[in-house]
C-alpha cells in the first residue's frame, strides 16, 4: 500500500532535539527566538507598571499555567520502569502471539501504582495494587492491565463507578486521601458481598507490599489464547517476581507513611539504578475453551473467583527485567495509556461483564486526561510497528499525514486491500458461538457465591498471616463511625469462618453472629500464603 502517514515515530528533528535535552548556547522562547533576559517582566521603569506587550512574560505565565493534566480517576499515583520480556516460546502450541514464540525479546513498559489514593498520597498505604504492562511487540502493543491481586471487587463494570465511589474519600470532607478506614468503604463491601473475596486479600498482606518488586501480578480476567490452528484454550495469566512475595507489617507501612511516603517508587528506582534489575516470570494457568467456560465447577467468566495453583499449575512461558528508570516522569509514567483492548493476534478477551467494561472505559477516560483522542502519538505510547491508519486530525494532532485518501477502499493513495479468509497476520476475533437467551439485567446463579473462595483464602493462611488479618479488619472497622456497619461487616465474616468472625469481634468489643450459609467445605490453597506458598521461583 502507498504511504499514506508520515509515521508519528519519525526522529526528531535538529530543533526537536534541543528543546527535549534542555541545553544550547541560548535560552529561547518557543519560537526558537534568542532571549536576553527571563528574570525580569517588562516595565515602565524599573519602579514602574508591568507593561501588556511583554509577550514573553505572557507565553511563559501561560505555559506553567497549563502544566497540570487531570490526574487518572484511579491508579493515580504510579511510578514506572522500561525493561526487556524474554520469551521462553512454551506457550507457542497455544497462542501464535509472535512476541511469545520462542527467543524473541520485546521492549516493555511497566507502571505500578495504587487505587485509590491521588497523585500525591502516600506509597505504603492499605491498597490493592496495579501491575500494568505495555509490550511494545512487532505486531502491535499488548497491554496486561494487571493488579496484585488476583480477584476483583465486582463482577460487572456497571458496579465500578460505585465500588470506586465508596472507596474514594468522603464527599464531605475528602478524608481519608488514601485507601484505609471509612464508613463508606465498609458500608458499600458489607451491602454487596460479592467485594468479600477481594476484601479479605487486601486485608491480608498483600495489601502492604513491602516493594513493587516482590509483589505477584495478575490479569485477573479469563483470557482466550490462540494458536495457529486456530485452536482456543482459556488461561489467566500471572507475574511472580523473582524475589518473591514480601509485605509490611502495619506498623512499617504507618511509619513509612509519615518518614517516607515516597517509599516505594524511591525503592524501584534506587534498585535500578545499582544495577538490581527487577524481575518476574510471566506464567499461565490453561484451562479447556469448553461451551460452559468453567474448570473444576469454578465459573472462568468471574472475576472474583480465583483457580487454585493446585489445580491448574502456573506455566512459565517468559521473563520480565526491568532495567531502566524513566528520564521524564511527566512524559512517560504519567502520560503513558494502558487499555485491556490493546490486544495482538493470538490473544483475545472473553465474556466476563466486568472485562466488557473495561474495554470502553480505559480509552474513553483517556481522552480527557491526555487531551482528546491522539495520545497513542505520544512517544510512551506509540507502537513499534508500522502504523498505517485512517484516523485524522483532532485535538494535539502531531503527524503531518500525507495523500489524499483516508479512507477505505481508495483507488487514489494505493489502497490496502483486504483479503476475505486470508491470513494478513491480523487481529482477528474469535467466532465463539454466543449463547442465545433473553436479554435481561441480571448475573448468572454461577455467580451468586461470594463466600466460599474467601473462606479458601482464610484456610490458606498461615497462623501469622491470620493474625494480620484480624489485627487489619480491628483496625479499620475500629475506625468507622457507624456501628451498624461493624455489625454488618461480622455478619459477613461469620459466613467466611466463625474464628475469624469472633476474634474481629472480641477486637471490636461487639457479640459475634452465627453464619447465615452454611460454611463451605472447601480445600486451603497453600500457594495463596507468602509463607507456605510457591516461593522463591526457581
Ligand atoms: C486504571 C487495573 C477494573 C477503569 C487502571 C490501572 C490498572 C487497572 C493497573 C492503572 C493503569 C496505569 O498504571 O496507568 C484494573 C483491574 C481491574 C480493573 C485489574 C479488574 C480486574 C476496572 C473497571 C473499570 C476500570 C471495571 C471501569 C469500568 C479504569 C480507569 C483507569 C484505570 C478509568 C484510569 C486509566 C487512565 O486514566 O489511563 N486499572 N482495573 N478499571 N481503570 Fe482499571
Redesign the pocket.
Known amino acids: 500500500s502507498g504511504p499514506a502517514t508520515v509515521s508519528p515515530t519519525g526522529s526528531p528533528t535538529g530543533a526537536d532535539q534541543a528543546r527535549m535535552a534542555q541545553s544550547g548556547a541560548h535560552l529561547t522562547n518557543a519560537q526558537g527566538t534568542r532571549l536576553p533576559d527571563t528574570d525580569h517582566s517588562l516595565k515602565a521603569g524599573p519602579r514602574g507598571p508591568v507593561l501588556l506587550q511583554d509577550h514573553h512574560l505572557r507565553e511563559k505565565i501561560m505555559h506553567f499555567d497549563h502544566e497540570r493534566i487531570p490526574e487518572?480517576?484511579?491508579?493515580a499515583r504510579?511510578a514506572g520502569a522500561h525493561g526487556v520480556f524474554q520469551s521462553y516460546g512454551t506457550a507457542a502450541s497455544v497462542t501464535k502471539a509472535g512476541f511469545l514464540a520462542p527467543d524473541v525479546e520485546t521492549p516493555v513498559f511497566v507502571?505500578f501504582?495504587t487505587v485509590v489514593g491521588s497523585r500525591g498520597s502516600a506509597d505504603t498505604v492499605r491498597d490493592t495494587r496495579?501491575?500494568?504492562t505495555k509490550f511494545y511487540t512487532s505486531e502491535g502493543v499488548f497491554d496486561l492491565?494487571?493488579?496484585n491481586i488476583p480477584v476483583?471487587f465486582?463482577q460487572d463494570?456497571i458496579k465500578?463507578p460505585d465500588v470506586v465511589h465508596a472507596a474514594k474519600p468522603h464527599p464531605d470532607r475528602e478524608i481519608p486521601q488514601a485507601q484505609s478506614a471509612h464508613d463508606t468503604f465498609w458500608d458499600f463491601v458489607s451491602l454487596h458481598t460479592e467485594a468479600t473475596h477481594h476484601t479479605i486479600f487486601f486485608m491480608g498482606d498483600r495489601g502492604i507490599p513491602r516493594s513493587y518488586r516482590m509483589m505477584e501480578g495478575f490479569g485477573?480476567?479469563t483470557f482466550r489464547l490462540v494458536n495457529a490452528e486456530g485452536r482456543t484454550t482459556l488461561v489467566k495469566f500471572h507475574w511472580k517476581p523473582k524475589l518473591g512475595v514480601h509485605s509490611l507489617v502495619w506498623d512499617e507501612a504507618q511509619l513509612l507513611n509519615g518518614n517516607d511516603p515516597d517509599f516505594h517508587r524511591r525503592d524501584l528506582a534506587d534498585a535500578i539504578e545499582a544495577g538490581a534489575y527487577p524481575q518476574w516470570e510471566l506464567g499461565i494457568q490453561t484451562f479447556p475453551d469448553t461451551p460452559d467456560q468453567t474448570f473444576e465447577g469454578i465459573d472462568l467468566l468471574d472475576?472474583t473467583n480465583i483457580v487454585p495453583e493446585e489445580l491448574a499449575p502456573v506455566q512459565p512461558i517468559g521473563l520480565m527485567t526491568l532495567n531502566r528508570n524513566p528520564s521524564n516522569f511527566f512524559a512517560e509514567t504519567e502520560q503513558?495509556?494502558?487499555h485491556v483492548g490493546h490486544l495482538v493476534p493470538g490473544i483475545d478477551v472473553t465474556d466476563d461483564p466486568?472485562l466488557a467494561?473495561?474495554l470502553f472505559?480505559?480509552l474513553d477516560?483517556?481522552i480527557t486526561?491526555l487531551g482528546g483522542p491522539n495520545f497513542p502519538q505520544l512517544p510512551i505510547n506509540r507502537p513499534h510497528a508500522p502504523v498505517n491508519d485512517m484516523l485524522r486530525d483532532g485535538m494535539h494532532q502531531t503527524a503531518v499525514h500525507r495523500g489524499v485518501a483516508p479512507y477505505q477502499p481508495n483507488s487514489l493513495d494505493g489502497g490496502c486491500p483486504f483479503t476475505a479468509g486470508a491470513d494478513m497476520g491480523a487481529f482477528v476475533e474469535t467466532p465463539v458461538t454466543v449463547p442465545e437467551g433473553r436479554k435481561v439485567r441480571e448475573a448468572p446463579e454461577s455467580f451468586s457465591d461470594h463466600f466460599s473462595q474467601p473462606r479458601r483464602f482464610w484456610l490458606s493462611m498461615s497462623p501469622v498471616e491470620r493474625e494480620h488479618i484480624i489485627g487489619a479488619y480491628v483496625f479499620e472497622l475500629g475506625k468507622c463511625y457507624e456501628e451498624a456497619i461493624r455489625v454488618r461487616t461480622l455478619q459477613v465474616l461469620a459466613n467466611i469462618d466463625p474464628e475469624l468472625c469472633s476474634r474481629v469481634a472480641d477486637g471490636l468489643g461487639l457479640p459475634a453472629p452465627e453464619p447465615t450459609v452454611p460454611l463451605a467445605d472447601v480445600e486451603p490453597s497453600p500457594a495463596l500464603s507468602q509463607i507456605g506458598g510457591t516461593w522463591p521461583v526457581d
Open positions: 487518572r480517576v484511579v491508579h504510579g507502571r501504582s496495579g501491575f500494568a492491565v494487571g493488579n476483583f465486582i463494570a465500578f485477573v480476567h472475576p503513558v495509556a494502558f466486568l467494561g473495561r472505559s480505559y477516560t483517556q486526561r
